[in-house]
C-alpha cells in the first residue's frame, strides 16, 4: 500500500508570493490533516479534512488555506509569504474521522524556505 | 489551551542503556499515542493507548497511559543506533465539541558514540 505522497518535497519562495502544497493520502483514507513543523515549536495543528470539509482548524492566520477534493487530496495554500513560514509542512492522512482513533500516517513533509 | 509537556526534551545515552520519557498535562485525554520521527521523515506511530492504565509493547518499546488519564511514558531498553531521533507524545481529547490532537514539544534522542 503507497504511503502518503507530499509533493514538493523542498521549495524556495521569496517574501510576499504564495505556495500550493500537495498532498495524497493513502488509498481509501478520507481524512487528511496538515501539521506545521519548526525546530522552536514542534507540531502545530493547521486544519482537518474529511469528505471534502473543514472539520477542525488551528491557530493560524487566515493566509492558511486548505482544501480537500472528491478524490481525498488535499492542498494547503500559503499566501503573502512571510519569513516566518519557513517551516516543514507534513501532511497526515487516517483511515476514519480524524476523531475516531488519532492514529495518523505522515508523508514526508515539505520543506519551505522562504527568503 | 491544553499543553501536554513532554520532558526530557533531549537525551544523550550510550547504546545498551534504557530510556525513559513522559508527558503530563493538567487535562485529561482519552488517547495517547506516541511517534517517532527519524530525520527527514514526517513522524511515525509507535504506540496508541486508549484506556487509564493501560500498558502495552512494542518490541523494546513499553508505554503506559496514566490512572489519572494525565499522563502517559515511554520506555525504550536496550537501546540501538537506530533508536535516535525525536519522540513526540501526543493526547486526544474532545473540545468544544470537536477532538483535538494536542502534541509535546519532542524528546531528540541522541546517542552518544
Known amino acids: 500500500k503507497a504511503g502518503v505522497t507530499q509533493t514538493p518535497r523542498y521549495l524556495i519562495k521569496t517574501r510576499g508570493q504564495q505556495v500550493t502544497l500537495s498532498c495524497s493520502p493513502i488509498?481509501?483514507?478520507?481524512?487528511v490533516s496538515w501539521y506545521q513543523q519548526t525546530p522552536g515549536q514542534g507540531l502545530q495543528f493547521l486544519f482537518e479534512y474529511f469528505s471534502e470539509t473543514q472539520r477542525n482548524k488551528g491557530n493560524f492566520p487566515g493566509r492558511f488555506s486548505g482544501r480537500q477534493f472528491s478524490n481525498s487530496r488535499s492542498e494547503m495554500n500559503v499566501s503573502t509569504l512571510e519569513l516566518g513560514d519557513s517551516a516543514l509542512y507534513l501532511c497526515?492522512?487516517?483511515?476514519?474521522?480524524?476523531?475516531?482513533?488519532?492514529?495518523?500516517?505522515f508523508g514526508e513533509g515539505s520543506r519551505l524556505t522562504v527568503l | 489551551g491544553q499543553q501536554l509537556n513532554q520532558s526530557p526534551q533531549s537525551m544523550f545515552i550510550q547504546e545498551g542503556e534504557d530510556v525513559s520519557m513522559n508527558c503530563t498535562s493538567s487535562s485529561i485525554f482519552n488517547t495517547w499515542l506516541w511517534y517517532k520521527q527519524d530525520p527527514g521523515e514526517g513522524p511515525v506511530l509507535l504506540i496508541a493507548?486508549?484506556?487509564a492504565g493501560e500498558l502495552t509493547s512494542n518490541g523494546r518499546l513499553t508505554a503506559q497511559f496514566g490512572i489519572t488519564r494525565k499522563d502517559s511514558f515511554l520506555n525504550i531498553s536496550a537501546s540501538i543506533p537506530s533508536d535516535v531521533g525525536i519522540y513526540f507524545c501526543?493526547?486526544?481529547?474532545?473540545?468544544?465539541?470537536?477532538?483535538?490532537?494536542?502534541w509535546g514539544a519532542g524528546t531528540k534522542l541522541i546517542i552518544k558514540p
Open positions: 488509498s481509501g483514507h478520507r481524512s
Open positions: 497526515a492522512s487516517s483511515s476514519g474521522a480524524f476523531a475516531n482513533t488519532g492514529e495518523l500516517f
Open positions: 493507548l486508549y484506556k
Open positions: 501526543a493526547g486526544r481529547a474532545k473540545l468544544d465539541s470537536n477532538y483535538q490532537l494536542i
